[in-house]
């Protein structure tokens, strides 16, 4: 999204002109330029005032008029007729001389490129409806081999003496061909691929200083400046003899006064305007009567760098501690909407680039991972929720009926993290039961009889530990939750025979240790009151699995052919029949038993695997 944003485009600035004015364009295909039949410019381009003819001067002004009242999202939206005024002026083809139509189009926006672009109807989807609306010739320079080209005669105007090529079916008329192929209609560059023409073109336009190889970007400039209370104040002073003037470094930061009436003035003034002893102040060049700037900075100016501060919150001397900030930064792992990724995430990393240039910060990323969580649908109609729809579910009435800890525990258990999940009632009724078995537990646990060191009982642990650990990791708190709930399982089932003491206590703490985050509170009772241990869990080490524990148990399988014993594997004692049936049909003592005969089935029961054969 932020590539697309950003609008980043190699191609050539290709030099037209008017008169003795240049007209430099931008453009991405210097090799269709022999296809360009019309001129269009932007609307606040500053040659739009000095080319139009007199008798068309009304009707540019009214459209320029027109069209900054739009906003550029509008203006460049996909959907929207593109429209324009001829200017009455024609520019000077810098390889052909051909005369080209000059036009002033709102599509064209003055921070990209120049300003200005050369319309080339045949292979410019855009360009092609502009030329279609005001009549504008079509002339095709590109042919793909298989694609088909205009044939002479119809709409699509082909140059004479040009080399023939495929012409098997006529382009329709609303339809451009935008990619690439070999020139056609383009002098001496007929035959040229696209890729070598639009080099050749390149280095002829720059040869005679009328182009060049260009990049070019859609970036447009931040205004941070808001007319509003709430920000950080701008500390600038403006001064009638000096202009504007930082305000000094001592000074700073400038804070915002708190007397004041927050509701906007007639005037369109930021509030901070009508507060006159903040406002009045002297000047720290001359000294003579100024003022502080009254506009605030934008939110995003905040947002772009608070994660700095966070590294040091109580620093008073400086923004931030930088040893502090090479300590912690940057951000592991940012959680966050999509919605932000062309907004505060651009600005954060925008901003975090000039930090880094300017030596403040030792890395130029701000943010390492960025995951966007999903999205809860209601139950009722399976839309997203909102209050104007009427179908939110308030998690205020869920806790007073099932308790934080449930609500927590069924959000993250309700799907993958980043997918969107339907909210159900009955869902959270099972994990509520669950959370009151961990409690049961947790009561009941020091009441068993105490009995012999148990081996699985620990490779338990020590699984559902390195379990938890990986999906906590991998952002999979659904699994991690289920993970749990199979743990808690087991341990009911393990209470029929007696496990050493200590091993239970084991089991319980690193229960109360992988569910504290999921439900902290829960957690922090089973640790203190029924563990007895005096600091937060929160304050606690996450558990260590052992790898050699936490791997799964071995079993030996016996593999038979025809109910003959042939071979004993070695196996996972939780593989399923899949994996079972692959390792016997893998083994070389079982593959010579069997021979040439097909094998007709195999039967997994138990740790017995019978191959059967014709
Ligand atoms: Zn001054």
């Known amino acids: 999204m932020q590539r697309q944003w950003i609008g980043r485009s190699e191609g050539a600035e290709v030099v037209f002109t008017i008169g003795d004015e240049p007209l430099p364009v931008f453009t991405t295909r210097p090799d269709t330029l022999y296809g360009a039949t019309f001129l269009a410019l932007a609307p606040e381009h500053p040659l739009v005032a000095r080319i139009t003819m007199p008798d068309r001067a009304d009707e540019v002004a009214t459209y320029a008029a027109t069209a900054r009242r739009m906003s550029d999202i509008d203006r460049a939206a996909a959907d929207r007729a593109k429209t324009g005024v001829f200017t009455g002026a024609t520019a000077t083809h810098p390889l052909t001389g051909a005369a080209v139509p000059v036009w002033v189009a709102d599509y064209v926006l003055p921070g990209y490129g120049s300003g200005a672009v050369m319309g080339v109807p045949a292979h410019d989807g855009r360009d092609l409806a502009f030329a279609r609306r005001y009549g504008l010739p079509v002339v095709a320079v590109v042919a793909q081999d298989s694609y088909p080209v205009p044939d002479a005669g119809g709409e699509w105007r082909v140059a004479s003496g040009e080399r ?4 098997q079916q006529p382009l329709t008329s609303d339809t451009a061909y935008e990619g690439e192929g070999v020139l056609i209609n383009s002098g001496p560059y007929n035959g040229l691929t696209s890729a070598a023409a639009t080099e050749q073109m390149t280095a002829d336009l720059a ?11 859609r970036f447009r400039d931040w205004l941070i400046s808001r007319q509003r209370y709430w920000g950080a104040p701008i500390p600038i002073i403006h001064c009638p003899a000096c202009g504007a003037v930082p305000v000094p470094e001592e000074q700073l930061p400038v804070l915002l006064p708190e007397e004041v009436a927050f509701a906007p003035g007639e005037d369109g003034r930021s509030p901070l305007a009508r507060v006159a002893d903040w406002v009045n102040v002297s000047c720290p060049q001359c000294g003579g009567p100024a003022q502080r700037e009254t506009d605030t900075m934008d939110g995003f100016a905040c947002s772009s760098w608070y994660f700095l501060r966070f590294a040091s919150p109580h620093e008073a001397e400086r923004p931030f501690d930088p040893a502090a900030v090479r300590a912690w930064l940057p951000v592991d792992t940012y959680v966050g909407g999509a919605e932000h990724a ?14 880094h240039d300017a030596g403040l910060i030792d890395f130029d990323e701000p943010f390492a991972q960025l995951r966007n969580q999903g ?4 139950p009722q109609d399976g839309q997203k929720m909102s209050k104007s729809r009427g179908n939110v579910v308030t998690p205020d009435e869920v806790v007073a009926a099932h308790g934080v800890d449930a609500l927590r525990t069924y959000v993250l258990f309700l799907g993958p993290f980043d997918a969107r999940a339907l909210w159900d009632d009955r869902g959270i009724v099972g994990v509520d039961r669950f959370l009151e078995r961990v409690w049961r537990l947790a009561q009941e646990f020091a009441g068993l009889p105490d009995g012999p060191y148990n081996d699985a009982f620990e490779r338990a642990r020590h699984r559902v530990i390195k379990r938890v650990t990986a999906d906590m990791e991998r952002f999979r708190f659904n699994t991690a939750v289920a993970a749990l709930m199979e743990y808690v399982n087991a341990l009911y089932a393990a209470r029929e025979q007696p496990v050493a003491a200590g091993q239970w206590r084991e089991a319980i703490r690193t229960l109360a240790l992988l569910l504290a985050p999921i439900a902290p509170f829960i957690a922090e009772e089973m640790w203190r009151e029924a563990l007895g241990e005096a600091e937060s869990i929160h304050g606690a080490a996450w558990p260590v699995w052992d790898e050699a524990l936490a791997a799964e148990e071995q079993t030996t399988i016996v593999v038979q052919v025809n109910g003959k014993l042939r071979d004993r594997l070695t196996a996972d004692a939780g593989s399923d029949p899949t994996t079972l049936r692959q390792m016997a049909l893998a083994s070389e003592r079982v593959r010579a038993a069997v021979g040439e005969r097909p094998v007709r089935d195999v039967i997994v029961a138990r740790r017995v695997v019978n191959v059967v054969t014709a």
């Not at 023939?164 to 012409?167: A, E, G, M």
């Not at 062309?342 to 990393?349: D, E, S």
């Open 342 to 355: 062309v907004m505060h995430l651009l600005y954060a990393r925008f901003w975090t680039k000039v930090m």
């Open 207 to 217: 040869a005679r200083g009328l182009g060049r190889a260009h990049v070019a970007y």
């Open 375 to 378: 999205m809860l649908l209601s």
């Open 164 to 167: 023939p090529t495929n012409h």
